[in-house]
């Protein structure tokens, strides 16, 4: 199976800022790669597919970036309805793992 | 509009059963292959099995092979998780989703508690 190293665990923030999380693959997945958000009981949101394609009516304040084996996602300004868990997904082989998710907060 | 509703869930003894539905809506249904991803309380997202869209496809995670089933009825827009031999760890809220960019459609969830 691939794994999916996600970083930091956890992070806070203040609103306006910048704000990088990393997803390591253990093997090469082309550009098989997606981005979730998470809020507190409910579904996670797809924001970004294939890397860096943002899913229909996603800010634009999200962007994703890399190839290969290295990806970041980003938020360029920190909203506080950013508030959430933020996941990883790999698709380029069964079974599609997940990182194991960023808690974002506000500092 | 695009939607899938999860059933089925509930509180079940180690060694039990239990058969999770999904109805979805919005789409055609029959096109898409489908998903079934759990979460743990207070843990990730773990992927469980996936199914193409004539189930000629069928893949599980390791940690419920040999003990789920995933099916679907395309005539009623459905998709099945039959779970036998529950574990005290198959504690979880299972989502089913639809795998196509990612999973771009997700459920809300339907809570399988084995205790």
């Known amino acids: 199976d691939i794994q999916m190293t996600q970083s930091p665990s956890s992070l806070s923030a203040s609103v306006g800022d910048r704000v990088t999380i990393t997803c390591q693959a253990s093997q090469d997945i082309s550009n098989y790669l997606a981005w979730y958000l998470q809020k507190p009981g409910k579904p996670p949101k797809l924001l970004i597919y294939?890397?860096?394609n943002l899913e229909t009516g996603v800010p634009s304040r999200f962007s994703g970036s890399g190839s290969g084996t290295d990806f970041t996602f980003t938020i360029s300004s920190l909203q506080p309805e950013d508030i959430a868990t933020y996941y990883c997904?790999?698709?380029?082989?069964?079974?599609?793992?997940f990182g194991q998710g960023t808690k974002l907060d506000i500092k | 509009q695009v939607q899938l509703v999860e059933s089925g869930g509930g509180l079940v003894k180690p060694g039990g059963s239990l058969r999770l539905s999904c109805a979805a809506s919005g789409f055609s249904f029959s096109d898409y292959y489908m998903s079934w991803i759990r979460q743990a309380p207070g843990k990730g997202l773990e992927w469980v099995s996936y199914?193409?869209?004539?189930?000629?496809?069928?893949y599980y995670a390791d940690s419920v092979k040999g003990r789920f089933t995933i099916s679907r009825d395309n005539a009623k827009k459905s998709v099945y998780l039959q779970m036998n031999s529950l574990r005290v760890e198959d504690t979880a809220v299972y989502y089913c989703a639809r795998p196509r960019f990612g999973m771009d459609v997700w459920g809300q969830g339907t809570t399988v508690t084995v205790s």
């Open positions: 294939d890397v860096s």
């Open positions: 997904q790999q698709y380029d082989n069964l079974p599609y793992t």
């Open positions: 199914i193409s869209s004539s189930a000629s496809t069928i």
